[in-house]
Structures are given as C-alpha cells and as structure tokens.
C-alpha cells in the first residue's frame, strides 16, 4: 500500500468517525457506492480526482487535508523545546509556535528587548500578516506607514510589503505574529 493510499484511508476513517456517520453515510453525502467508501478506507483503489473531491466535499475539508500526512492528534512542546531563533544580536527572540510544519502559515511568538528595531522578511504577494502585542508598546512599519501598538491591539497588513518592529518602551516587548501565506486565505 503506498503512503498515499494509507493516508487517505486513515484520514476518510478519522474524519467520518469525528462526524459520527457510517460509510453509508460518507457515501450517500459523496454520490459514491458504500463499497468504494469501504475499500478506500482499507487504502485500496486508486481513486480518480472526481472521487477524491466529491469525498473533500461530502466532508468539507479540501482535498490536500485527505491526502496530507497523518499528524499526532495531540502535540505537547516543553518551554525548553519550542524552537527560537535569535536575531539582531540576540536583543530579539523569535519562537516558532507550531509544532507541526502547516502549508501556508506561519505563528510566531517575538520579544524585542527596549529600544530595539527588527526589519521583517517581506512575504509572496497577497500575503496576510496579523501582529498583536501581548506586553509592551511597539511600532510597526509597513511600507513607509507608522502604526503604534500598545498591549491587546492588533494590526493586520500585507505581508509582502517592506516592514518593520520597532519596541517603544523600555522593556522587553512581546507579541504574537500570524503569516498567512497567499494561497491559503
């Protein structure tokens, strides 16, 4: 059985469970014989794009979430295992929040020490950027404009624009930074 015919399987098992339906109901809601429905989910077939998008549809899911990979259902990262990069000579940490790598999306959590300016890495084109300050006050700069942030206030922006974090205050700034990548919103 390859990789892709077991993930698919698992997958259409654990989303139709999750939905308390049985395969007949999986297949009467996807137009497919029950039988179909049976044999995919033992990961045999080979199943036409047809098949894989009435399935996608039936569960509302796209079809990249029936083929991905199957991940744990639960994730736990000690404080000590999340992954920081430091940056600006260490007066900025970034921490990467999301245990598992997510096509098209970005969590990171930032502290800038007092005073200190990060430039940002611009994103693809109609990338969406959300940050908002958990403790501080910081400046953000996007394409020239200036927008204050004080502790709970969010700023939404493109992404693939020049930008920049900027702490105001005199201690250590922290927020919290969302990228949604274009193809994905």
């Known amino acids: 059985m390859s990789d892709l015919a077991k993930d698919l399987a698992a997958n259409l098992v654990q989303l139709r469970r999750v939905r ?3 395969q007949a109901d999986l297949a009467t809601l996807a137009g497919l014989p029950r039988s179909t429905i049976a044999h995919l989910e033992t990961g045999g077939g080979n199943p036409t794009l047809a098949t894989v998008s ?5 569960l509302s899911v796209s079809i990249e979430e029936l083929l991905i990979p199957c991940r744990p259902q639960t994730a736990l990262l000690r404080a000590e295992e999340v992954p920081v990069h430091k940056k600006v000579g260490g007066a900025v940490r970034v921490a ?3 245990p598992d790598k997510l096509r098209g999306m970005e969590l990171d959590r930032m502290e800038l020490a007092a005073g200190v300016r990060m430039t940002g890495t611009p994103h693809l084109p109609h990338t969406k ?3 908002t300050v958990v403790r501080g006050h910081m400046a953000v700069y996007v394409a020239g404009e200036a927008f204050e942030l004080r502790t709970g206030d969010v ?4 992404g693939d624009r020049p930008h920049s974090y900027h702490n105001l205050g005199r201690d250590t700034a922290e927020a919290l930074s969302v990228v949604v990548i274009a193809h994905m919103m």
Do not use: D, Q, T
Not at 54 to 58: F, P, S, T, Y
């Open 129 to 131: 950027e959300f940050i």
């Open 155 to 158: 700023l939404a922006f493109p």
């Open 54 to 58: 009435g399935l996608a549809k039936a």
């Open 20 to 22: 308390g339906w049985s």
């Open 96 to 98: 990467k929040l999301l």
